[in-house]
């Protein structure tokens, strides 16, 4: 058996299983490679096609693979000692793929009746594309009125059921964490299912494949998997021989919605939670991160860093990224301005290597992008002039 799971809270070990999704003690799991898989190493790694199935040693089994390819996203150089590592370019447009393949494959080869999520887009979006794949129903819950317009056009598309939740994504999540589980078949595949966040993990992977392991790796916190998930990426590589060194992660949050980066930087033992988030960077507009002891345990281990970033910096960074080529969507464009804060604080020194997680493509909130400055023409001739006085 590759994994045993193992409860970050109280530390009792259990045989994995796909609906073992949290510990009695109501603790998060956590995956335990038990030993270093036999004939790893990047050249075999590198033999293989792009993507998280690249990994495959150092995923769970799975009977079937629920797959479009996810992963293999570009890791565009920005400047001298700066990339961003483009998850924009996932089937769905998200990071958030990388966990589905792993864990739909999962819920389809045991059973699930159908899958179930609560999301503030992108999880709705992909969990509804792959279990479209699947061939098996999902049922997703969205806080009312706060989901970006392309995600919920995804969720919408790929045939989802759809329930709007008045109140924030913090209240979906309790009625997905009430209702899911083996006795009602609806598997759920939030971020505090521990398979999930090993497909994520693969960020880690293919960034140390690329360029080795850089000096830090900046990404935005909402529910607090993706951190934990890329740190975990990054020890394994280290432990088995991959890696001969680790990054510092830093997380970022938006002023509204900062219950972990505020914890770490006041040195909290929890976070106090955020009971109205808000912030234009809907993806991240969660006050109860479900998942911020694994995240805070990332920070601490890693000798990490947080920022707290207003939306005004968020917009900014947006636009500069989108000048530079690269769309991304709001809460993507916090790695960038907690980069700028990070230089600017001096914690990001000379000659440091730093990657920017930009997790989810432009295209998923087409109502935060600017009005166009248009000039209007009635036919090709006045284009033809407009044209020639641009
Ligand atoms: C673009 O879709 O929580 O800290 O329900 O969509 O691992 O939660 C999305 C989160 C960052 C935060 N960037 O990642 C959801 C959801 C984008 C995101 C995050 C999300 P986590």
Known sequence: MLYKLRCVKCGREYEPDPWRIRCDCGGLLEPVIVRKPTGISWTLFRSRKLGVWRYEELLPKVKGRVTMGEGGT?????KENLWVKFEGANPTGSFKDRGMTVAVSLAKGSGAKSVICASTGNTSASVSAYAARAGISSIVL???????RGKLAQAILHGAKIVEVDGSFDEALKAVMRVAGKESGLYPLNSFNPWRLEGQKTIAFEIADEIGVPDWVILPIGNAGNISAIWKGFKELKRFGLADKLPRMAGVQAEGAAPIARAFREGLKEPEFVDNPETVATAIRIGRPVNWPKALAALKESDGWTEVVSDEEIVRAHRDLARAGIGVEPASAASLAGYRRMVREGIIKEGE???LIATGHALKDPDFIPEPEVVRAK???EAVRLVMSL
Do not use: E, N
């Open 379 to 381: 036919d090709a001739d």
């Open 353 to 355: 290597r730093v990657v």
């Open 142 to 148: 969205l806080p009312r009125g706060k989901v970006a």
């Open 74 to 78: 570009p890791l565009i150089k920005l």
